[in-house]
């Protein structure tokens, strides 16, 4: 046996006899019209073409990633940091996902930026409840419901508590104001 034949059977006994690798557990990729789905809700859209204006991309994409059967990764995530939505909520709506702890020098930095962070959005706490104030107040006049003090702070409340979230806040505010003018209403006529 000369050595070419040598190092190919080699070759061939490697390739043949390489240990079974237990098999990694892959994670099921939701398909584009589960994204489709989570991307309607947050964008109170129900068409694609407004869902993609929502997400600020082009409507030619949308053939694409029906093409691909999904939608690039780093799509999703620019729109969904762009609006400060949660990508645990996103790609792993029903898992308890862990943040990991890290321990070196950029933590440091890490932890002042996000210091200083709070101390800024402290700082707006007092804006955030005058817009809000002014909001609810616009939201229940225009549902000519009265703007009492229960009402105020009803509505004040639940726009602090709802925050940017999934809910778009206009929506819910202008629910309960509709619900709050039916009972001043109610009220009166009694």
């Not at 398909?31 to 997400?55: N, V």
């Not at 990633?65 to 999904?70: D, E, F, I, L, M």
């Not at 400060?84 to 933590?107: C, G, M, Q």
């Not at 006049?141 to 806040?169: F, H, T």
Request: charged letters at 25%.
């Amino acid at each position: 046996m000369n050595s070419l034949e040598y190092k190919i059977m080699f070759k061939r006994k490697l390739m043949t006899n390489k240990t079974q690798a237990p098999s990694k557990s892959k994670v099921v990729e939701p398909t584009l019209d589960e994204y489709m789905e989570r991307l309607s809700r947050l964008s109170g859209e129900s068409k694609p073409a407004a869902i993609l204006r929502w997400m600020g991309v082009s409507a030619s994409s949308y053939s694409n990633w029906k093409r691909r059967g999904t939608i690039p990764y780093k799509t999703l995530v620019n729109v969904l940091i762009e609006r400060r939505i949660s990508l645990n909520w996103f790609f792993a709506p029903y898992a308890k996902l862990e943040v990991p702890v890290i321990r070196d020098a950029t933590l440091q930095e890490g932890t002042q930026t996000y210091l200083q962070r709070q101390q800024l959005e402290k700082g707006s706490e007092r804006e955030q409840v005058i817009k809000a104030y002014s909001d609810c107040r616009a939201i229940l006049q225009r549902n000519n419901a009265q703007p009492s003090e229960n009402n105020m702070r009803l509505m004040i409340d639940l726009y602090l508590a709802v925050g940017e979230r999934v809910v778009q806040k206009e929506m819910v505010l202008e629910q309960l104001a509709q619900s709050l003018s039916t009972i001043d209403n109610n009220a009166d006529d009694a």
